[in-house]
């Protein structure tokens, strides 16, 4: 790689990093989840080892955090507020303990002795006291300089004000975390993403009085600056801080040796969702003082310290319950409801359970400890069950064999293709009998491939169903705007715009209105075939008089699967109706006339073999743009079948009885002038 490419791509990287960081530090707002956000500062760091010449004051070894915001007055630390770096494997520990053991020249694999201190995803602050007076409170800002926001750590009620004790220090800037439990967020989730948002948002308001409505709490675990200290280590540390009336983490262990902290970390990992805070980490400091100062700080980062981070894309949970969820084609699926949980820095409440056959397979059922994993934008699913924490009394969950919504019979369907029942369980009601189908073929409707209505969202349409005002696809263009005008939420201004949003849908293609109906099956592709095939909008509705389905066959890309969903979409009197009533109301365009004068004008092709340098697309592209048309099957409306190698002996067959002419490669290349 050229230099210059080089330091292109660093410069991306670190330009990345900066703007994640502002919108993390200053905006409250987590843009990539905590697995991106390492990754990204871990390849930053990879190619300024790889390449000496690299280098940036915004680099991780260079900064930390982001710069104080302008809302609050600055103020310097007075020991800066460090980064730690991270570790994710048994080998990565087994590296950290090794460069300690070269920088000290001794061995400590036997005698070393780690605090294990879990690391809570919350908002680091530093607590500056004076002859036992809480005088200042810091946030973290760029880790040189911070925010003085101590009106508001203030309101946080465990934090001590005053200090008694003779063997507190004359001054100490004690650090630690400022967090909401999982507990107390249930009723602030509605304002912010996750518990961590919310403890930012909430400790960096203007107004200390919004801030003491927050039930905000701090955890200590460190210090800075510090003037008569009498402690030797960091376990001994902590054990003061509980004494002085600070909270610390209950979970904090002292341990020897790399295999018991790995020990300690996969336990800690199997009840983190036990725990009513998050925790993303283990964090493990040599315990002895006088070693932490031996070692020092390489960069921003002690060498004495490392940060056991968690999976960042699985975590341990339970289940607390199994909602069934109903799908616009009827498709009945479950949906595992989990003890909240934080994976790779996004909270976790739902699972998917895919289907009645995944559910009995890994016999999976409520109050069971899983492993859950969310792996880049892959919807959360239960990767395994913890059978040893299975309660007595647990009982197999029963899948319903009526519809939760409407109580038709659910049923799995006989696939033709594979022999064997569907995986899915799906309510047997047509039409819109079954009401969560109905809203959610209603959503469907309104989508941006169907009929594409701004600003009708999912939520205006569950909200407008429950109030009656709409409950078939029609009803969308018969609202009643002076009702709408009344409800909560809702103005003459906003009206007005919904009105114009939905006028302005009134005309609409074949295609997408077809596409708009929801018919099991028929995607906007296949919507597009059938718009060429019937033209028009009364060529389809006939359909359902005319029920000549099998001729649509003969439509490629349209199979059995698809002929056999609108034969039971045309049987439905519901479905009947709606075509009828939207076809009185909207305006659906003729499907586009394709050129008809080409030189295969009128005539039928099918193609069966390989062919010789050409693909089967390009000859389906080359009689469209000459205005043949191709089929799927052989039939009397068919005029040639085009035979390659290895032809299917059952189409040449059926075309000779029906005496169609039989044309090879090199003959159909002749009818357009081409050779081969």
Same mark, same amino acid.
């Given at each position: ?75 310097? /630390?007075?020991v800066p507020m460090l980064s730690l770096s991270n570790a994710f494997s048994e080998s990565d520990l087994l590296n950290f303990e090794k460069k300690i053991s070269n920088f000290l020249s001794r061995n400590l694999s036997s005698d070393i002795s780690y605090t294990a201190e879990p690391k809570i995803d919350g908002i680091s602050a530093s607590l500056y006291y004076k002859n036992g007076e809480l005088i200042r409170g810091l946030s973290r800002g ?79 675990y460190t210090f800075g600056f510090e003037k008569g200290l009498k402690v030797n280590n960091q376990f001994e540390y902590l054990k003061r801080l509980k004494v002085w009336g600070f909270e610390t983490n209950p979970l904090n262990k002292l341990i020897t040796g790399v295999k018991n902290l790995i020990k300690n970390y996969e336990e800690v990992e199997k009840y983190r969702a036990d725990i009513d805070f998050d925790i993303d980490g283990i964090v ?23 940060? /056991? ?25 479950p949906v595992a409801k989990i003890k909240p949980i934080n994976i790779g820095g996004v909270l976790v409440s739902n699972a998917t359970l895919h289907n009645e056959d995944e559910i009995n397979r890994k016999d999976i059922r409520i109050g069971d400890t899983v492993t859950v994993e969310r792996a880049g934008d892959v919807i959360p699913h239960i990767l395994s069950v913890d059978v040893k924490k299975r309660q007595k009394d647990s009982s197999k ?140 909008? %009364? ?31 045309? %049987?439905?009197?519901?479905?009947? %109706? ?36 050409? %693909? ?61």
């Amino acid at each position: 790689m050229k230099k210059n490419l080089i330091k292109k791509e660093y410069e991306e990287r670190i330009n990345a990093l900066s703007y994640y960081n502002k919108k993390y530090y200053d905006n409250n707002f987590s843009e990539i989840s905590d697995a991106e956000y390492d990754s990204l500062k871990k390849k930053i760091l990879d190619l300024e080892n790889k390449y000496k010449f690299l280098n940036s004051k915004n680099s991780p070894t260079q900064s930390i955090g982001y710069m104080p915001s302008k809302n609050f007055k600055k103020a310097r /630390h007075r020991v800066p507020m460090l980064s730690l770096s991270n570790a994710f494997s048994e080998s990565d520990l087994l590296n950290f303990e090794k460069k300690i053991s070269n920088f000290l020249s001794r061995n400590l694999s036997s005698d070393i002795s780690y605090t294990a201190e879990p690391k809570i995803d919350g908002i680091s602050a530093s607590l500056y006291y004076k002859n036992g007076e809480l005088i200042r409170g810091l946030s973290r800002g760029d880790g040189k300089e911070g925010e003085d926001i101590t009106a508001n750590l203030l309101t946080i009620k465990n934090i001590p004000k005053n200090i008694k004790f003779k063997d507190f220090p004359e001054e100490i800037d004690i650090r630690g975390e400022v967090f909401i439990k999982n507990s107390d967020f249930n009723n602030l989730k509605e304002k912010f993403a996750n518990p961590r948002n919310a403890a930012s948002g909430s400790l960096r308001q203007k107004n200390p009085q919004d801030t003491k409505k927050i039930p905000l709490r701090f955890i200590a675990y460190t210090f800075g600056f510090e003037k008569g200290l009498k402690v030797n280590n960091q376990f001994e540390y902590l054990k003061r801080l509980k004494v002085w009336g600070f909270e610390t983490n209950p979970l904090n262990k002292l341990i020897t040796g790399v295999k018991n902290l790995i020990k300690n970390y996969e336990e800690v990992e199997k009840y983190r969702a036990d725990i009513d805070f998050d925790i993303d980490g283990i964090v493990y400091k040599i315990n002895d003082f006088a070693l932490q100062k031996r070692l020092g700080y390489v960069g921003n980062a002690p060498r004495w310290a490392i940060a /056991h981070k968690f999976s960042s894309d699985k975590a341990i949970s339970k289940i607390l319950d199994i909602d069934i969820q109903i799908g616009r084609t009827g498709a009945l699926t479950p949906v595992a409801k989990i003890k909240p949980i934080n994976i790779g820095g996004v909270l976790v409440s739902n699972a998917t359970l895919h289907n009645e056959d995944e559910i009995n397979r890994k016999d999976i059922r409520i109050g069971d400890t899983v492993t859950v994993e969310r792996a880049g934008d892959v919807i959360p699913h239960i990767l395994s069950v913890d059978v040893k924490k299975r309660q007595k009394d647990s009982s197999k969950f029963i899948f319903p064999n009526k519809c939760p919504s409407c109580g038709s019979k659910t049923i799995k369907e006989y696939n033709l293709i594979t022999k064997k029942k569907d995986a899915v369980r799906r309510c047997s009601s047509e039409g819109y009998f079954c009401e969560k189908i109905s809203i959610e073929k209603l959503k469907h409707f309104v989508s941006k491939e169907a009929f594409n209505i701004d600003g009708f969202g999912k939520k205006i349409v569950e909200n407008f169903w429950k109030l009656n005002l709409i409950k078939f696809p029609q009803d969308i263009f018969k609202l009643d705007y002076k009702k709408i005008e009344k409800l909560e939420g809702w103005g003459n201004l906003s009206v007005k715009n919904l009105k114009y949003s939905i006028d302005e849908k009134k005309k609409i293609s074949l295609e997408r209105f077809i596409f708009s109906l929801g018919i099991r099956h028929i995607g906007l592709e296949n919507a597009k075939l059938l718009s060429k095939y019937f033209e028009s909008f %009364s060529q389809f509705k006939n359909l359902s008089k005319n029920k000549d389905y099998k001729e649509l066959l003969n439509i490629d890309g349209i199979g059995e699967t698809q002929v056999n969903s609108l034969k039971i979409f045309f %049987s439905n009197k519901t479905n009947i %109706s709606v075509l009828n009533e939207l076809g009185k109301i909207v305006l659906i365009k003729n499907a586009a006339i394709e050129k008809t004068d080409g030189l295969l004008k009128k005539k039928t092709f099918l193609v069966t073999g390989k062919l010789n340098g050409i %693909s089967r697309a390009e000859v389906k592209s080359l009689i469209e743009e000459n205005s043949g048309v191709t089929v799927s099957s052989v039939s009397k409306k068919l005029n040639y079948l085009i035979v390659g190698d290895k032809p299917t002996k059952r189409k040449v067959e059926n075309a000779r009885e029906l005496e169609i002419q039989i044309i090879d490669q090199n003959q159909f290349l002749k009818m357009l002038n081409k050779r081969s």
